[in-house]
């Protein structure tokens, strides 16, 4: 028997996206202002957004607290909100790269065992991506080689991808995502104006409606240095007011302060937050930025064909999403592209959503039933028949995601390995023709 529909859950660290890309938070609140604790999708119906505080299921990456995993499960598949029968129905599942086996094998238990699906798909966000639109401005089919920066909320991930296959041995991690920025930001500010250190909702909304990606950084330093009140960059965050069921917001031109209001001064803390994301050792860790991570993870890839990876580079993931990013990643991958290679970023309409869609479009290939487990399967073989249809980083040779670190630069230089920049690279704009080498 054919299921009667399936089922897709981008299940993320900070949100889970599913039902027509509708983003559910990925966590249980406990409202201190309301005294009410809410599960995934009930957040919506808090009034009092102040001092939350987060139980998460997922821990450096990885789902660890099943129990709060469930919980959230159970609403989103209730007739709240996707009302749907497990039973008769196929599940699609993002999990994080580098997953562990031991949690892979749970994710099989709950599907299967407590939830009773008819067959299920596990994968990670970036395999399903050439499914996708993503990179349909290169041609109609997608390219046999690309990169995936998936720039998330625990991690920023480098996937090499060829001809659908994730390339192990080539997927670099950089130990930045949106939890650090956001935590980081909160430190900054409590340190400067107001304790913000358990408002960590409030401070999400700050950091991504506030900050940007500097292509000028030394020049923004000096423009807040010299004139530190005001200057082009300085914007004024109102806090929210609950009491009045007003949500925080950055003042517009001309807008009065009533005398009850209360403003965050964002000055560096603008630019200096994203930041991180091309200079990790700003903050003490021992990784390279952004740019050289693409360029080491490149660099492990077969000669004759790392044209084609320079050449289809896209992005997903929330962090994609300020302003200046892909100008700043293009400037800096300029530098290190070979002279004899183009250069092409992809954007997507929507990042954070970008895998939830083109989940959509690889469960409507003719192909996909192939791809899936049946419980029947998995009640007969147990998590062996996920080991065979699933093939992960375990079984590529890849060994220890630890060599994913990257070394910067400038230690390479020192250990006497000079880093190559070629002098002449050129670059092509994503609105030009899908040539590739």
Known sequence: MQPQTTVILDNGASTIKAGSSRLIP????????????????????????SALHYRLPFEKGYLVDWDAQKAIWDGLFSSEVLNVDTAESSLLITEPYFNLPNIQDVYDQFVFEEY?????????PASIIPYGRLFQAGGPSPPECLVVIDSGFSFTHVMPI????????????????G???????????????????????????????CCYVSTGFFKDIEACRSNPKKNSIVREYILPNFSTNRHGHVRLPGEELSTTDQVLHMENERFTIPELLFRPDDIGLEQSGLAATVAASISLLPDDLRGMFWANIGLIGGNTNFPG?????SSEL???TPVEYDLQIYRSE?????????????VKDP??????????????SGSSASRRKFPGWQSSGSGDPEITKVIPESMNEERGQPSRKPSRPRMRTNTTSGRRR
Do not use: P
Request: hydrophobic content about 35%; glycine content about 2%.
């Open 26 to 49: 990925n966590a249980i609140v406990r409202s201190k202002g309301d005294k009410t604790t809410y599960f995934g999708h009930q957040l919506q119906r808090c009034r009092d957004y």
């Open 116 to 124: 009773e699906f008819h067959s299920y798909h596990r994968c990670t």
């Open 162 to 177: 060829m001809n659908n296959q994730i390339q192990w041995y080539a997927v670099k991690r950089l130990d930045v995502g």
């Open 179 to 209: 939890k650090l920025l956001t935590n980081q930001l909160k430190e900054l500010v409590s340190y400067r104006q107001w304790n913000m250190m358990d408002e960590t909702y409030i401070m999400n909304h700050a950091k991504e409606t």
């Open 325 to 329: 990013f892909y100008e700043r990643l």
């Open 334 to 336: 300029l530098s290190l």
């Open 350 to 362: 929507d990042a954070v959503t970008e895998a939830y869609h083109s989940a959509l479009a690889f």
């Open 367 to 380: 192909a996909f039933s192939t791809h899936v487990v049946t419980r029947e399967e998995y009640l007969e």
